[in-house]
């Protein structure tokens, strides 16, 4: 039996694949809180469309950051309460319609494996033909384009459970999943498909929308990453003050 679930999903300039998955997701969820900015008004529409809460605000872009997606995240948990089963996702996902739940467990957190349409078609893949894309090769953390865990979860830290003083949105929801245990990681019986490219949009939106047309910022953000990319190799770290 499916267990009540809190989704929390952050959407900044990806309101052309939040009308998608959303609509296509919104069964699974008790209640769902997308998060975004007051100007985002896109996105705004696609939420109220489809039964969610809305949490604006500007914690993205506060002490310089390029997108801060967890201090937006941390914001909204915040303000709606950290209780009960919860699943933190991106809004370029797509779950099965239908799912075999198992129980869940408190000491657990899981995420699904996630395979990869990078080239997203006109009309979104039918369910039997996700097997015929690849799993992404990252296999080995349990990364935040879906994470699913219990508010009272004894590994969380008094809040913020998330690392807020990011530059942009990679990184936090590494070090999120090394809360738990290798022991505690775990994969529901389902996988998801992630339309676009992994780890390209970490500064703000740079991939094209669905009709083809190109961020304004989209130069500028590729060029953030890059440099928050060369830093990481020459320091031979993975922190946040650096990054």
Known sequence: MQPPLRAFIVCVDYSDLLRLTLAYNRHHFSEVTVVTTKADRATHYAASSNDAYLIKTEKFYENGAH?????????????LGRHGW???MDADVLWPKHIDWKP?????????LRRMCVDIPDNLPQEPYWKSYPLHPQQVEWAGYTQIFHGDDPALPSAPWHQTNWKHAGGADSFF???WPQQSKLRPPFEVLHLGPAGVNWCGRATPYLNGEIPDEANNRKAALRNFIQQRKINKSFDSEKL
């Open 67 to 79: 997108f801060n997606k967890f201090a937006a995240l941390e914001h909204a948990l915040d303000t």
């Open 86 to 88: 919860i699943c933190v």
């Open 104 to 112: 869940l467990d408190i000491g657990n957190i899981y995420t699904p």
């Open 177 to 179: 999943q090394r809360l």
